[in-house]
Structure formats: C-alpha cells, structure tokens
C-alpha cells in the first residue's frame, strides 16, 4: 500500500537546490544501507585526481536524478497530457532513484578489470535478499520485477523506459549539471527548466516541442564539451590506467597463490569471479583505497610501485599522437621489454571517442538513441533533421591515440630504447 | 634556492575558479604523499551524513587558503605598503598551503576521543622524516623549523602569524565559501574580493581599512549563519556523537585484549596512543570506513551496532531542551539503566555553542583575536566599537542542550522508563 | 469569467529564471499601456548613478512579485491547508503584480517634492478609466474594488492583504533579490526556496513554520546589509537631493511664470498639483530626463547647474558627522548666505535611517508589522521573541548626519567661511 | 602628463565583480558628459521589450570592455611577453572605454534610418570640441588622434587594433557575459578567466595558446547560440522594424513640413542629416522614448498608430517561411494595397543570419578576423584547421525568413486578400 508522507522533506541540494521526497517508499529506500553505500562510491571515478573538487558521490546523483524526473512527471501529471500513464508515476521514480544502486567502486575500471555489468548489479540488488527488494515488495508483491524490467529494458510500458533512458533522459541532465558544478568547470550549465518544460509524452516516448530545439541544441553542445574536458581528459585516462593495472597485477599474484599481507573480505571472492549479492554491497571505494595504500608495503614491487602511483598521485605521462597501427604497438612493446621495462605494464594505448549525439539514422520511430521534435502540426522529427548545429556536430569522430608511460622508468631506460620510439614519445618528456 | 616556474600552473578550483601556483617550491609540497593524504581527509568530517553534497577534501581546502594568501601577499606588493616584509612571502605561502596537513580522520571526533591534536601533528609532520621535510629543508635548512614556528605561533615575525591565523584569515574565508558552495547553502556567501582589497599590513598585524566595515560585518553574520545551519547541525552532532562512541568501544575492547576479526595497522598504534609520524600519515577516512564496515560483523553487539548505525546512517534522535542540571542527567542515566538501556551510550547530551564574533576586551591591541579597522587619520578601532551589528551580536550565546539517543531502544525500553524521563525525550520521539 | 490560458506562457527572468503566466486576465493586465509603462521606470531610481548595473525596471520587479506570490498560492493549493480562501486566488495575483503601478519616475524623490503617494495612484488607476480597470471589470464588476481593497488595506479577507503586504512579503522578497542582482552585491541573496516552503496560512495570516526560522534571520539580516549598502548609499541620496532640488526649482520658477524653453504636457500639471489619471500615466523617466537634459540650457542659473549636476554625475560632496542640533544647522545656512552661497540649495542635511526588523511590542495578534513563527504545539511567536539575533539588531538605529554640498562652490567661497563651518565640512573636501 | 592615482577606484559590477581605474586619465574620461551620456543608451536596443532584465546601457558595456583590457594587458606586462609595447597600455585603455562613445540611441535601428555610423560619430567625438578631446589632449597632445586612429583601423602598431578588435576582443567577451546576465539565459556564459591566461601578444596580433582551444570552441558556440536566441529574436526584430518605420514615418512628415505638436532640438538637425557633435550629444534614449510618447497625441495617424505599439508594446507578428523571391515579395505588397492596407508600412520582411565564426579563407595571416593558435612549437595554425567543432559550425548560414505584419489591421482586411497571400501569412494568425 502506498502513502505519500503527511509533510514532504527536503534534501538540500547544490545542484537542484532542494530534492522533494513526497512518497514514504521513495524516503525508505533512500533509508537502506543498499543506497546509503552509494555515498561511498565517486560519481566520477578518478577524475577527482585531475579536478579536486570532484569528490561527489553517486549517492547525491542519483536523488538528482530521481529529483529530475519527479519534476517531469509532476509537470505532465498537471499539464495533463493524456500520454503519460499516470498509473507509472511510482515505478519510474524508483527506477530513476535505483538506477545507479548497482555501481562498484571505481566503477568504469573495477567493470572494465573483471567483466562486471553494474545494470546486472542493480538487478541483482532489486531482486535478491537485500532491504530494496522487502521495501519494494512490501508497496506491491510485483514491484522489483517491474522495477528491475525498467533497468533491463524489457518493461512493458516503452515511454517508462524512454523517460528513464534516452539521450534527454534525467541521468544525462543530473550528470552534466552535477559534474560541472562539482569541478567548477562551467561547460555544463545547460537551461534544465525550459528543456524539462519543453517535454511532451507522446505515443510511446517523451519527445521535445519544437520551441525547444535551441534548448536542447545547447544541452548537445555541453554534453560534447564535457565529454572533451572533463571525462576522457588524459590525466584521468592515466589514473584509471594505473587503478586497472592494479587490479591486473593483484588479481595475477591472487590466482598465484601470492601471500598478500593485507587481504579482507570480499576482495578474494572479487578475484574468483564470485561475489554474492551480499558482498558485492560491500566492495566500496573506502575498502579499495585502504587496500592500495596496505599494498604500497607488499612484497610484490611491481604492485608496490602501482599502488604508490595512485595513492600518491604520481600518474603516468602520455604523448597524443595521430594514428598508430598494431604492428608499431608491437615494435614499441618489444623495444621497451629489450631496454627493461614491462611491455604491457609499462605502456598503454588509448583512444578516447564519444559522439557528442550519435543518432541512428533508423526508420524504425522507436529508436530510443533519437531525440525526437513535435512541431505544431504534430509532425515528429528527428533533431539532426532540424538543426544544423546538431547535424554538424554529430558526425564528429574526434580523439586522438595517447601513450601513456612512466616517466621516471622510461628515463632511466632512455639509452637503450630505439631512436624512433623514444622520439614517438618525447614530446610526452617535456610534458607535464 | 627558489626557482619560479616558468610557466604558472592551475588548478581548476569551484569556488576560487583558478588556483595558481608560480613557485616550484609549492608545486613540489602538493604533490608530497603527505599532502595527496589530504585527498582522503573530508573537510566536514561527518557532515556529508547531513548536507550530502559536503564530500569535499581538506585538500581542495588547504590549496583554498593557500590561493586567498596568495592574493593578499600579491596586493601587498603590488601596492607596496611597507609593513609587509616582503622576504616573508614564502614561509607564509608555505604555512598557509600546510597549516591542516596534521588533520586525521574525522579529525573533530578522533581528537576527542584519543587526545589527540591536529597543530601538533601538523608541526610533527613539518619537522619529521616526511617528503615535505625534505623539500622544505632543500629549500632552506631553515625552512621547516620556520613555517613550524608561524603554526604554533611562536614565529619571530607577529604579521606572518596573524596573515595566516587571525578572525578573518584565509583559512576562514576559504572555509565559509567552500562550505557553502559543497553543502550548497547560501549563507557563506561573503564578498571575498572586497574583503581582500580592504586589507593592510600595519605594523605587526593585517587590520582592515575602514571603508570595508560592511563587508566585514557580513562575513560575520555569515560565519554566524554557517555556524548554526551547518557546523552544528543536530543530525551533524549525532553522527559525531555515534563516531566517538565507536572510537570509545573499539579502545575498550581493544584494551580488554578483544580478538577483533579485522584489525590492521596503525589501528593498534592509535588505541595504545602511540601513533608514529609515518603510522599517522597512514590514518585516512577509507581506513576508518572500512574498518566500521568490517566491524558491522564482530562479535560484540555493541560495537557491531554503532558502526551499523553510522554506516547505514541509522542515527540517534534528539530532544532539545532549554536547560538541565547535573543532578538530572544522573536522574536519567539511572533511569536508563534500569529499564535495560546503557546508561552511557545510549544517551549523550551535548551542549554546542559559539560565538560569532569573540573578540577580546583586553587592553592589548595585539590581542590577536581582534579585527581591527583603520580609520583614514590611521586610527585603529577594534570593530565592535564601530559597528553596530557587530557589537549586538557579539555576546550572542546562543544553543540549547540536545539529548541524543536511539529510537528504536527507547521505544523497546519505553514502558519500563519513569513517566518524567519519556515527558523529557517525547518530543523527540515525534521527531524525525 | 475567468479563463485559464491553454499553454502557460513564460517570461525569462534573471531573477526567478522564468515568470509563468497562467491566467488570461493576468495576461491581459501585462501587456496594457499602464503596465507597460512600469518599463520606464526604473526599480531603484538614482541608485544607477551609484551601481551603474541598477537599470533594472519597476516592470521587471511587478513580474517578479506577481510570480513569488503565484508560488506561494500554487503551494498552500497543493498542500490543501484550509486557512487559505482558495477563491481569493485571482484577487492576489492582480494586486501582487499591480502594486506598484501608480510609482512615478524617481518615485521617491518626485513623492517627496510634490506630496504625492504613488499607493493612491495605484488606485486611481485601478478604479479610473483605464485598460486595467477595463480588464479587470471583464473578469468581474466587483474586481477594481477588490484589488483596490487589497492595496489600500480595507479588503474584507486580511490574509489577502497580508498576503500581500507584510515584513516578509513576496514585494521585499522580490527586490532584496532583485537588487542584489542588478546592483552586483551579494548582499542580498536569501534562500527564497526554504522561505516559500515554510510559509503556512494560520487563521488571518500568513505565518512562518519555526523550523524557517533561520532562513528568515537570513532574510533579515539581508535586508540590513541592502538597507546600508545599497538603499541608503550616500552617493545616492546626494543624487536624489540634487533630483529633488530641480523639482523644487522648476516648481519655484512656474510659479514665478518663468519662460521655459522646453514645457510639455503633462508638466504644469505636475507643477500645478492637479494631474488627472491620464496625464499621470504620461509621466515617465524618459520625460524627466529629457526634460532635465533640455533644461541644462535655460536661462535660470540655478536650475541649468542643477540639471546639468545630474546629468552629468556632478553630485553634492558630502561630511559625516555624529550630531548636529537645529541652531547649529541655522547658523551654517546663515554663514553660507554670508559667503555669497545659497542658505538652502547649497547645503542639504540628511539622516538616514532604518530598522532591520521593526516589530511593534502591541499585544494585538494581529499586526501586520510582526514576523509571526508557528511552532509544532500551534504556537505563535514573535521572531524576535525566538531568535537571539533578531533580537538584537531590532533595536539598532543606526545612521549619521550627512552634509552634502556642491564641492566646487564651496572651494570658491572657501576663505569667506567662519572656520568652525569650515572644519565641520572640511573632511569632505578630502573626500572623493 | 599622466598620473596614476593613488589608491584606486573601483565600480561595482554584476559581471566583473569590480571595475578597476588605476590612471588618473580613465577616471577623468568616465566622468566626461560624453561618457555619462552613455547611461541613456540601452545596451541591447530594443531587447528589453523580450527580454524584460535587458535594460543595461552601454556604459556598463564600456566599462566592462575597458576592464577585460586592463586584465589582458596587465597578464601581458607580468610576464613579460615581448611582443606587447608597453608603451601603448593608455592607448589601448582608453580606445577600449570609449569605442562605444559615438553610438546613438536605439543605434542599430537608427543608423539604418538616418545611414549613420557609431564609429564615424567616436572619431568625430573623440576630434571635436568635447571634455574628452580635452582631457585626452592634456595627457598628450597626439592622443585624440591615436586613440581615434585605434578606432578607424589606421593606428600604426597593429597589435593594438588587433587588440580592441578582433573575433576574440575584449568588445565580444563582455557582451557575451553581460547580454546573458541581464537578459537571464545562460547560454553566454563562457570561462573568460582561461580564455584571457590563455592570449598571448605575438608579432602583430593576440593569439591563443593551443591548450585554450576548447575554451574558444565553447566562447564560439555561446556566440552561435546567443546569436540565435537573443539578438536575432523574431520579437526583438519586430519592434527594431516599428522603431525604423516610425523614424521614416517622422522624416517623411517633417520632410512634408507636418505640423508637429512636440519637436525639439536635435530632432529637426536629425531629420535634415546635418547633426553637429554637440547635437548629437543631445542625443539619447529618453528624448527618443519622450517624442514617441508625446507623438502618440500627433494628427498623422500613421505616425500615432506606430508610436502607440512601439510604447504599449502592440508589436507586428510575425510569419516564417524557408524562402521567398522578390516577385512574390511584390505580389504580396500589391495584394496588401488593394487590400486597403498600406504596401510597405504594413509588411517588413526580414532575413536574419549571422556566422558563428566567419573565417576568411583568405592567404593572409595577418587577417585580423581569424582566431590563430599557438602551439608548442610555436606554428601558428587558424582555429577551424585544428578543431573539428569549429570547422563544422562555421559555414553554417541558418535563418529562414519572416514576414511582420499589424495583426489587427490583417484581421480586418482579411477577406479582401487573396488567398494565397493569406494562407502565406496564416500560421502568423494562430501564433503569439
């Protein structure tokens, strides 16, 4: 049985200024420890490495999130635009509060290490034996079911999960918002009450009134600039490097029975591949940096060594470079191994790409990777149709390779590394 | 010897916009193991429980105090008053960036609780065999014994100490700005531009022309507002109240030889008392959660229950009365006890309190608790004489007594409680 | 009868980011002559010539009472608290957005010189043959009377008129914002949020929740900081006396049958003291400007000086001064007469003042002065009787006596002056 | 002689925070009558009949540009660049405050009116007989001709041109920000802080640092986007076009030796084309705003009709259409006259464009509308070469067409046109 709180509360909130909780189930699922262990996992990984204030926790993203889209639902519940099955309202809020509830520690690296999936995570946490799944289950028997169908995208409703997940969706818009505020960058201030006023549930999805292309035109543009200043800027690119060969190198020495002087529950289970439900609610951040700062004094130099990198923020350089084939990738990682260094350990390639809004040029109109504008004669049109800027940016493929190396050892290898490979990687020398 | 670096460094900072940093020698000290610890150290301790935004490090601090210095040693000499000794330029620098390198763990709590004092270790740090040592000495051998001396306020020059500790240093104004903006509360919001330009060297303190009257004011009602809406926030208090109560139980078990399932270094060093500089430095926030994470499961209940309560925030209630005495508190411990509570952890009162603006009646005009303003026929006023504002609020003791308990045992216990005890605490229990 | 409009319509606002128009009638008021006229009025009258970012207009203010007002009822209709008479909705929005319909240009000062109340045209214009009253008549024949009721204080509901006018009403919330906004300090930034939320309609009133209470402490202090910064800046009551001055001088000189070069509708009738409502409404910033500016080419000394000061931000010079008695002041006008001066255009003797909070000790309940808390047993309180620090700046009167004069004519006459007049002024010639 | 002030003043400001005048010569020119008068020219034109907050005037404009000067000039003498003549500072100071001077009220649509020129009428205000001719020749007696020279593009030292204008000017960078404070949308706000640390003085020009690439990629598109939501906005249009017709209107009449009720000096010296500077320095919004008031009352009904909306506020509509060619254009005015409407009054077609950035493809480095990066290696490379966004939005050309039209005289005419002109213009007649 569902009761709205006699008195709303409030969160106070940098971003959204207040988060209104209006609904007993939403203020008690706020309430688990499954939620609550969301205030030890980072929003932004490792980017606080690279901008200080970005310290902010996926707890205080999500009641963004949750926020957002009860703001969207409240504006068509009184509008009332006959589209939107009212009869939804709670089950998309909780998916929009839930969403994220499955994120490790870490969680872009500790996925990208040991093949995890935070939706499977989330769930798992909505369907096992955890306080989410009593305190759903007690508001209606089928609620983590449906719940979790809105994060698996199998839910019956499609404008639920549109509104959940698109590329206009309350996830995108908390984030971009969020993430500015909290690196002080300014790229990401985007207009959210005219885009959330501009929203229209229409047939099976949540489109935009055409008034509202410059708007959302602007909200592409952000998104874009973040992408390039904030998440794949390279400095947070090295630390994750460094966090995933970490994981590597531990995860390497575990299976070789390695006597690891600091090891507590549930790392070892993390290594075998077999976390529960109930340990997995126990990997947080806390518990990955205690280990990397106990690690710093293991036998194991090369884990030593890591763990003091990222502890002590002593990062990996990088050169950018242009292009760069497969058989080069072979030839520096020999080179580095005959001069003594580690050809996996010591060299990493990357290259970062988004695309700032990849449409599908689909005909099917359900396509949820499209936004979607109404005209005044209800014509739908997808937006890149409309807007020059958007067609022009969307194409846009950019990035560019990055080698990414430890300067002090590849100094000291210098002599006896080939001419061609250390000029690849000069540049990265005079680098900071 | 000092090399300025060629090119400025930035750090992209929210509330400051840039930080920026011209002398290698700084650069060098922010990336010591020591500073990067700060990193790991939240500037509100468990404030973040309360205002879910407040995750910021006393790293982004401490590069806080260090810029707003900056600024005013740069306007000292740009306008080139003559009381500043411009050779002092970097010792204040350096105190400044590493004034709160010695904070622990939750420092407030953890100070109570184990004696413990944050300036001490802040010198211990400066003087011992640290990475900041090292880089302080090959600066100057002088060097750590300098900026150690502007901490604990025994440094020959009396202008260095009040630039960097007085009512209206840099550390407070960073303070009041960061806090504001993390929390996300409005009440922090002081005109530091202003301030900063209406500052002069004098003599042997920085006092305030007069015409900047105003802007002090607000930057007191400012830190009056934030004292009251966040620092000593009851849910705030309750959170600490709980963290001192782990710190308490875990010494005592540990004493009476209790066979903890986790327990690693320097957590028996911190219990015994005798923490070394490199086990201090090994003292972070991640190792205090992980280690109330694992406690979560020890055997003993009580122990097992207070870290459960404050890592799920399950926290205690409060009544808040005007006034109690002695002879009543021992009413109610005894109450508690017979109706099956602890009479000691299961109630805490707490009495908090402080001043907006303390300023000290003395006859000294060196009193360094003082504001001074300074007329244009040099005059030197200490600003309660002046300001009307100030003068009324600057005997407000303000607060009333809170008394802390879990709910959910009073509520067992309640039936078995005198009536006058559960009249005292009902409020509360209406509360949430 | 009363049509809601299909789409709400939306005005960007700096301030409250959109105004959201949802009623015909409150549309139609919008864009008549009358309000339209409110452009040409600026909010803060000379004040630009002090914070040259004051352009701001009353029409932008009205919008932003209106909208603080339609939040506040949107609120009490959603919560459903029975003490609001739903019926009244309509009434209060119209005299929310047109209270400050009947300002004139540089309203203070125009009042002041001409003994008018712009409160009285306010009503003249509702009940008189206008598009407003036209339009509000459409909605209903009682609906001049109403609104007028609310404005002059004898409508029949009080919680309308309290609604409206009241030490924390949406008007004081609105320009406390607004100024702080457009002048650039950031003095007057309050957490409007918090403060919407914890108003409740009680009985005649509208009452502040106790937990508000420091959001209104805020609020007050807020207002103090704008009173003395801002409103009562001395640079801006020197425009105003010299604005005043002109109209004195004008008036004098169309008495005296002066041949103006530039005389225009409708101000002989301003000069005469029987303008009718259509000529009232004529009467803009514009027209006075342009006038003045005309005027700096006439052949009265006096005026054309006086004309040219304001135009061309040539203000008085002013001296601060603790106290000053009537004889004293007769003796300096004499002494000025004996220097070849004008005794009163010349000198001008100003005493600003002001209360931060200035409850009335009257036992009635029910007056409108007071800030009134609500806490959980339904008590009512005065603030002032709750908080320490409303308390003790209630009282505070504070302000001193300012001289202002025309520096250049005083340099002039300067040897002809008794020095202890001299002396009096003499700080101000060092004054800038 | 040039005397640097003692202390210096400062201007409060909503953008910059603080104006600082550190010259004796800057605060002598702010306070001319020349400068002054530019408090009563709206910086935006008729914006603020879109955007209620947009009534800043170009004084805060000028003030503003003057500023973002001083900072870049002053980041260029801290480091020491070479390439920067220390000895143009004044110049380049004062051409930046005052290359605004010469603008008239309303300036864009009365230079179209009356084939005027902002800038020819700064040179003659800058050579004529003016306080600031005065004060700028008793600094230096060449001065009027070097700051006019820096204004017409003549100046000798090309980097001081470059300086004050060019696509990344101190001119653009302070509209950007201010046009977005006072009108409320968010899309101008750019990181001018990174922008200016990241100009450099090389040979002739002002170049970026590479590593400032995005910060311009993002200056570029909140060009591009406040372009397309603020000044080319359909409404802001509409009343630009009453404000033209209504000039052409007087001209024609004054032309006819129509008997004007209210016609004071300057206007009759505007309507001939033979201003003097002293005239046009009589010149300003509010005698502007004054005439069309008073000419609401004239005989000619045209001219009372064009004043009435121009004042109240009664704008055209507006219809939108892809394209059109100029024998339609006439088949439409020939309709309209049969019609009973007027041909050319009553229609206003209007192609609005602009190019976010406009490069010119020309060989020429020297092209002071390019914006070139420095990198490492010290290539100078145009912007559009190295990033992708830029390149992609440069060429685009938006901008449909529209038609203006009275709406209430088309209703009234509505059956007499035929159908295909009313079908044309008939979504105009459903929209707002």
Redesign the interface.
């Known amino acids: 049985m569902h009761l709205p709180i006699t008195e709303e509360?409030?969160?106070?909130?940098?971003?959204h200024?207040?988060v209104h909780v209006q609904d007993d189930l939403i203020w008690r699922l706020i309430?688990?420890?499954e939620f609550?262990r969301l205030?030890?996992v980072r929003q932004l990984g490792t980017s606080?490495l690279t901008?200080?204030?970005a310290?902010?926790?996926r707890?205080?993203h999500s009641?963004g999130v949750y926020e957002i889209t009860r703001k969207i639902i409240s504006q068509f519940e009184r509008s009332g635009y006959p589209d939107w099955p009212k009869e939804e309202r709670l089950v998309a809020l909780c998916a929009a509060l839930l969403h994220d509830v499955g994120h490790g520690p870490f969680s872009h690296s500790i996925e990208e290490a040991f093949q995890m999936n935070h939706e499977d995570w989330t769930c798992k946490i909505l369907l096992g034996d955890t306080c989410i799944n009593e305190i759903l289950r007690s508001h209606d028997p089928k609620f983590p079911d449906k719940v979790a169908a809105v994060i698996d995208k199998t839910y019956e409703k499609p404008i639920v999960m549109n509104l959940v997940t698109s590329p206009l969706d309350a996830d995108r818009m908390d984030y971009l918002l969020r993430d500015a505020?909290?690196?002080?960058?300014?790229?990401g201030?985007?207009?959210i009450?005219?885009i959330l006023?501009m929203l229209r549930p229409y047939r099976d999805r949540v489109v935009v009134k055409e008034s509202g292309m410059?708007a959302v035109?602007?909200y592409l543009?952000s998104r874009?600039?973040m992408y390039?200043?904030v998440y794949f800027h390279p400095v947070t690119r090295s630390s994750e490097i460094i966090l995933r060969q970490i994981f590597r190198r531990a995860k390497e020495l575990f299976e070789q029975s390695f006597d690891f002087a600091?090891m507590?529950d549930p790392l070892p289970s993390l290594f075998e591949g077999n976390l529960t439900v109930s340990q997995y609610l126990?990997l947080?951040?806390?518990?990955i940096?205690?280990a990397f700062?106990?690690w710093t004094t293991e036998e194991d130099e090369l884990l030593r060594d890591l763990c003091?990198r990222f502890?002590?923020?002593?990062l990996y350089k990088y050169a950018e470079i242009d292009t760069i084939d497969l058989h080069t990738i072979d030839s520096i990682r020999q080179a580095f191994e005959h001069a003594g260094l580690h050809p996996e350990y010591d060299l990493e390639i990357d290259f970062p790409t988004d695309l700032p809004y990849d449409e599908f040029h689909s005909d099917s109109p359900a396509s949820d990777k499209q936004i979607l504008l109404l005209d005044?004669y209800d014509r739908l049109r997808e937006i890149s149709e409309v807007s020059?800027?958007v067609r022009?940016?969307s194409g846009?493929q950019?990035g560019r390779y990055h080698l990414y190396y430890p300067e002090d050892k590849l100094k000291k290898a210098w002599t006896n590394l080939p001419k061609e490979v250390a000029d690849l990687l000069a540049p990265g020398l005079q680098h900071?």
């Open positions: 509360k409030v969160f106070k909130d940098p971003v200024n207040y309430n688990t420890p609550q205030r030890r606080y901008f200080h204030g310290e902010h926790s707890f205080s009641l505020y909290y690196t002080g960058v300014n790229y201030t985007i207009d009450d005219r006023r410059h035109e602007d543009m874009y600039q390039w200043q600091f507590v126990r947080d951040e806390a518990l940096q205690t700062l106990q003091s502890m002590h923020r002593r005044r020059d800027i022009s940016i846009i950019r900071d």
